[in-house]
């Protein structure tokens, strides 16, 4: 184990806004709210999770589509527009070269219920999960070692 006091996370976020989060460098929860990334502390790890390409969408991705860990520093409050200022947290993600499918490892995560109920889980937007799982995904997506 890295540290004790390491703790570890699935972020839900559709495709569009997980690949507009890794190319900023941030992280959001629950459509930009704060108590979540309250939650995460700086060094924690974090797995995006895609369910659609789009939010509201049809098309599904269901993979893990990101991977990083939480910058120093508090989250933050930006202005996307006039009606929408989010919170986000900064992240180091790690270049990976491939999506990580979640049907494949659905098996293998021992914070997804067995059953046909399995994505409740992650309706909340944002899960804690042990490192073994994370550990696990990071080996599905290949990260590409500096």
């Known amino acids: 184990s890295v540290c004790a006091l ?10 569009d806004h997980a ?18 990334l309250k939650r995460m502390m700086p060094g924690d790890g974090v797995v995006l ?14 993979a893990f589509t990101g991977i990083g860990y939480v910058r120093p520093g508090e989250p933050y409050q930006v202005e996307v527009s006039e009606e929408f200022h989010p919170h ?11 999506h990580a499918p979640i049907l494949p490892l659905r098996p293998t995560l ?7 109920r399995w994505g409740a889980s992650l309706r909340y ?20 070692q500096e």
């Open 6 to 15: 390491m703790k570890f996370w699935v972020v839900v976020a559709s495709l």
């Open 19 to 36: 690949q507009r989060g890794i190319k900023g460098g941030f992280i959001q929860a629950c459509h930009g709210k704060v108590p979540p």
């Open 49 to 62: 999770y895609s369910p659609k390409e789009t939010l509201g969408g049809r098309k599904a991705v269901q």
């Open 88 to 98: 986000r947290r900064d992240v180091d993600f790690l270049p990976h070269r491939k």
């Open 110 to 116: 021992s914070f997804l219920p067995s059953g046909p």
């Open 125 to 144: 937007g944002l899960v804690q999960i042990p490192e073994e799982d994370f550990e696990r995904i990071a080996a599905h997506m290949d990260i590409k």
